[in-house]
T-cell receptor
C-alpha cells in the first residue's frame, strides 16, 4: 500500500511571499488532515476534510491560510502571505474506516526568512 | 487545563530499563486513543492503538483509564533504538488532538 505523499519536502521563502503544499492520501481514505508542527511541540490540526467537505477548520488562520480538496482525493494547503511564525513542518495525514489510526506523510519543512 | 497533556521529559534511561509515560486528557467524550513514535526530523508513525481492555505488542503495553482520563505506554527492556519522542493522539469523532510528546533517551 502506497503511503501518504507530500511535496515539496523543503521550502524556504521570504516573509510576505506565498507558498503551496500538496498531499495525496492513501487510496480510499476518505478523511484527510493537515497539521502544523512547530519545533518542540506536538502537531496541531489545521483542517480536516471528509471527502471534499470540511469537517473542522477552527484552528486554521483563515486570513492567510487556505486549503482545498476539490475532488475528494488530493489536497493543497496555501499560505499567503507567509509570516516568520509560519516556519514549521506541515504534515498531511489520512485515515479510513475503523480504528486503524492516522497515517502521516513525510511532511513539508517550511522556513520563512 | 490543556486538552491533552504530556510530560515533555526527557526521560533518560539505561538500556534494559522499564519506562512508562502517561498522557492525560480533559475531554471525556474522546473515543479513540493512539500512541505515535516520532524520530528526529521525521513524521509521526503509529506505534499502537489503545483499547479499553489494554493491549500489548512485544515490549510495549498501552492502557486506557477512562475514570481518571489518561492513557499510558509502558516500554520494557528498553533498547537504544527506542530513543524517540512518543506522542499520544486522541481521535474518533472528537477533533484529533496530539499531546506535545515525551522525549525518551535510552543510553548504553
Amino acid at each position: 500500500e502506497a503511503g501518504v505523499a507530500q511535496s515539496p519536502r523543503y521550502k524556504i521563502i521570504e516573509k510576505r511571499q506565498s507558498v503551496a503544499f500538496w498531499c495525496n492520501p492513501i487510496s480510499g481514505h476518505a478523511t484527510l488532515y493537515w497539521y502544523q508542527q512547530i519545533l518542540g511541540q506536538g502537531p496541531k490540526l489545521l483542517i480536516q476534510f471528509q471527502n471534499n467537505g470540511v469537517v473542522d477548520d477552527s484552528q486554521l488562520p483563515k486570513d492567510r491560510f487556505s486549503a482545498e480538496r476539490l475532488k475528494g482525493v488530493d489536497s493543497t494547503l496555501k499560505i499567503q502571505p507567509a509570516k516568520l511564525e509560519d516556519s514549521a513542518v506541515y504534515l498531511c495525514a489520512s485515515s479510513g474506516q475503523g480504528r486503524g489510526g492516522y497515517t502521516f506523510g513525510s511532511g513539508t519543512r517550511l522556513t520563512v526568512v | 487545563r490543556k486538552e491533552v497533556e504530556q510530560d515533555p521529559g526527557p526521560f533518560n534511561v539505561p538500556e534494559g530499563a522499564t519506562v512508562a509515560f502517561n498522557c492525560t486528557y480533559s475531554n471525556s467524550a474522546s473515543q479513540s486513543f493512539f500512541w505515535y513514535r516520532q524520530d528526529c526530523r521525521k513524521e509521526p508513525k503509529l506505534l499502537m492503538s489503545v483499547y479499553s481492555s489494554g493491549n500489548e505488542d512485544g515490549r510495549f503495553t498501552a492502557q486506557l483509564n477512562r475514570a481518571s482520563q489518561y492513557i499510558s505506554l509502558l516500554i520494557r527492556d528498553s533498547k537504544l533504538s527506542d530513543s524517540a519522542t512518543y506522542l499520544c493522539l486522541l481521535g474518533g469523532s472528537y477533533i484529533p488532538t496530539f499531546g506535545r510528546g515525551t522525549s525518551l533517551i535510552v543510553h548504553p
